[in-house]
């Protein structure tokens, strides 16, 4: 299994009167074995010792665009990088997470409606991998890669690092704020050296 995380800053733009996403901070999960991606209850990631990464669960629901629920980590982090999905399907609203100001113990996030939608959302468990930033080989050989890169509207490019030997599997987390309305990443091209991501709207403002 390879995981690989990335983020950024966000700044809003707009070319030739078409609404341009802002770039914003994001996390991308990367996974090389298809059969070790699912993970269960709550666990704490060591490597020769040293505390590198944790995952677990939250269940939560949402009374509005506003609100932000905060999570605390069991380990402190000097640079963590995080991915949360996905929803469960509690509430048939779409939706997904968002989440912002990550910091070496704790972290906000929520569940992010689409803006045409009122932003209430039902309960619904909510996974999560947290992984400290760099590239980590643990002692079964399998690697694990965490970064940042900034995103906006175009693709650009991630470089992977982890020397990977077959195509990983790529997850992505939007985590700031900056931009007000709703906004999710898109993957293409994934490779064992690099791979492509951009931000997505609502269908309306892509066009």
């Known amino acids: 299994m390879t995981l690989t995380v990335g983020s950024g800053q966000c700044q809003r733009e707009a070319v030739a009167n078409v609404f341009i996403a802002p770039t914003a901070s994001i996390d991308q999960l990367v996974i090389e074995d298809p059969s070790c991606q699912e993970t269960t209850g709550s666990a704490t990631l ?90 980590h080989t643990l002692s079964d050989g399998t690697v694990m890669e965490a970064g940042y890169a900034n995103v906006g509207a175009s693709f650009s490019t991630i470089s992977l690092n982890g ?21 999710v990443t898109r993957q293409r091209s994934v490779g064992t050296t690099s791979f492509q991501v951009r931000l997505q709207n609502k269908e309306s403002y892509e066009k």
């Open 46 to 135: 060591t490597t020769a010792g040293w505390v590198i990464g944790e995952s677990g669960m939250v269940t939560v629901s949402q009374n509005g665009f506003s609100q932000w629920h905060a999570l605390e980590y069991d380990n402190t982090y000097a640079k963590p990088v995080v991915v949360m999905q996905s929803l469960t399907s509690g509430d048939i609203n779409p939706a997904h997470v968002r989440v912002r100001n990550v910091g070496h113990r704790n972290l906000e996030f929520q569940i992010e409606e689409w803006d045409y939608q009122n932003g209430v959302h039902g309960a619904e468990n909510i996974s999560y991998v947290i992984l400290e930033q760099g590239v």
């Open 163 to 183: 020397g990977y030997t077959s195509t990983p599997v790529v997850l992505s987390q939007v985590v700031s704020d900056n931009y007000t309305r709703s906004v």
